[in-house]
């Protein structure tokens, strides 16, 4: 009984301290368990988090050290401003999309968390700093959100790119509607007569039509021997534009070293032969002549004569010029009705206007001479009929640009790398034009592109045919162009040039000009004339 008992005694001493034995190691073994996740987490957080931590601590630093402003912060892919821009134009697209659609609840949240976004970039801007995460965090989950919310219904990547595909192709569309109507304006803009300078061709009119000692005055000038004296110094001027025509003969006998010498012969139309001699009768130019003709008074200047008259006068032709044409191809300016005006082509003209005379100069009515112009006449120009400045410095000014070489008939006689020259001042040869006979070679050339598929516009293109391989090239200093519409000529290159030509649209006389060169024209104006202020021309 005793071992029993004793045994009895023992038992309960053991398991005690074995349930203590394995509470201990139970707890142990929960506490190492538990070390080991958080251990494992701690480290795990250090390899993920802490390199994104220093990562945005040093993109920090950068971007404070660098000081960079809203441009540069946009251009850095880390940055939150990128990320919002970003943001910003996945969500315009899907506002598009979202209205097509008829979704204007999404569209109008997309809207507002645009706004918020536009607002944050527009307050980062003026402070000059970078958006810190606190700012961008908020926007770029709810603007997330919806852009998510937005490809749940069915506002996939495929539909957003055709829609906006769509969308670019109507504002590329509207673009080039807006270019072409730009393009149209400063054209009008262009040919349109100023109201000043249409007052003072009013008060000339008048003038030429009241006073008859004007018209007697006229008449002695159209027997003046001068006119025909080839020991004078000839130049030609054909234009309808008083003050433009004034400015060129004002400067050529300013500059000359003997003005008395010089004859100037003036071609214009039926309204403006009135004005022109109304004004030119009374002012004096030192001596020198000035004869005005009218063009309706060239009785032989009619279709049978002329082809460039014939397709003139045809109806296509003042439909395509007039109406406009129905190929959407055709650039305006190409349509420009000036291109079938008579006084733009008489040029070619010039030995059946001058018979008697043996050389001439031809000048634009939008030049201004700096420089004495005759020793041009004395020029050698080794048999060619004319002689002007090449202007082949740049590609543009070569043959291929202004002439169809698709064409057979001009790809077999021309080289598309020949240079082009400048018309708007040339010296002509007329014993050497007459010789040659240069104004049936133009005849041809205009009656070949009846169909407008040679060239497309202007005189410069046949007078390129026609004076092919006969004009001799002129020092650059003789004729310097651009002014019309390049606002960097060089100054020196204006200073060195006997003529300055403001070819383009940004005539001298016009609003639409480059007040850096008007004065080179308006201190050629003859300013004290009566009309010109009463009309406030100047």
């Known amino acids: 009984m005793r071992r029993r008992a004793a045994d009895y005694r023992r038992r309960p001493v053991r398991r005690r301290l ?4 394995w509470s201990l190691l139970d707890i142990f073994s929960i506490a190492g368990f538990v070390l080991f996740v958080v251990h494992h987490h701690h480290d795990h957080q250090d390899h993920v988090e802490q390199p994104i931590l220093e990562r945005e601590s040093r993109n920090e630093q950068v971007v404070h050290e660098q000081r960079m402003n809203l441009t540069q912060e946009m251009l850095s892919v880390n940055s939150y401003a990128r990320q919002l821009a970003e943001q910003t134009t996945l969500a315009k697209a899907y506002i598009i999309i979202a209205k097509e659609h008829n979704n204007l609840h999404l569209a109008w949240e997309l809207s507002t968390k645009i706004r918020s976004c536009q607002l944050l970039l527009s307050k980062a801007a003026m402070r000059d700093e970078p958006i810190s995460l606190d700012e961008a965090e908020p926007i770029i989950r709810s603007l997330s959100s919806l852009i998510l919310k937005a490809q749940d219904a069915h506002y996939d990547i495929a539909t957003t790119m055709m829609t906006m595909k769509s969308h670019i192709q109507a504002l590329e569309e509207r673009a080039n509607a807006a270019s072409v109507q730009s393009m149209m ?10 109201k000043n300078l249409h007052c003072l061709e009013i008060k000339l009119m008048a003038d030429w039509l009241t006073k008859k000692s004007l018209q007697d005055f006229a008449d002695e000038r159209r027997i003046s021997p001068r006119l025909v004296d080839n020991n004078l110094y000839h130049f030609c001027i054909f234009s309808d534009n008083l003050l433009a025509v004034s400015v060129v003969i004002n400067s050529t006998v300013a500059n000359a070293d003997h003005p008395k010498q010089l004859v100037f012969h003036i071609v214009t139309d039926s309204i403006h032969y009135g004005v022109m001699l109304a004004w030119f009768l009374n002012n004096d130019f030192k001596g020198s002549t000035v004869e005005v003709q009218n063009i309706d008074n060239f009785t032989w200047l009619n279709s049978s004569y002329s082809p460039a008259v014939k397709q003139l006068m045809e109806t296509d032709s003042r439909k395509y010029y007039f109406e406009g044409s129905q190929d959407t191809g055709v650039e305006p300016k190409f349509r420009n009705p000036k291109y079938i005006y008579l006084l733009n082509h008489i040029l070619f003209c010039i030995p059946e206007i001058y018979p008697q005379l043996e050389k001439i100069v031809f000048l634009d009515d939008d030049v ?6 005759t020793p041009l006449f004395s020029l050698d120009l080794h048999g060619n009929v004319n002689g002007a400045v090449e202007t082949c410095l740049e590609a543009f000014h070569r043959y291929y640009k202004y002439l169809n070489f698709s064409n057979p008939l001009i790809s077999s006689k021309f080289d598309p790398q020949a240079c082009g020259w400048a018309l708007g001042m040339s010296v002509f040869d007329l014993i050497s034009w007459r010789k040659a006979n240069v104004t049936a070679r133009y005849h041809y050339w205009i009656e070949q592109n009846a169909d407008r598929t040679i060239w497309k516009l202007g005189t410069l293109p046949p007078g390129l045919l026609a004076f092919y391989g006969m004009t001799e090239p002129l020092d650059r200093r003789w004729h310097v162009l651009g002014l019309g519409y390049d606002v960097n000529v060089d100054n020196r290159l204006i200073e060195s040039a006997a003529v300055i030509h403001f070819n383009g649209n940004m005539k001298p006389w016009l609003k639409l000009r480059i007040n850096r060169y008007r004065p080179l024209w ?6 004290t004339h009566p009309h010109l202020h009463e009309c406030a021309t100047h």
């Open 18 to 21: 074995s349930w203590l034995i």
């Open 185 to 194: 304006f400063g054209q009008l803009t262009a040919e349109s007569l100023p």
């Open 368 to 373: 201004v001479v700096q420089k004495d112009l």
């Open 522 to 527: 308006e201190r050629y104006l003859n300013q």
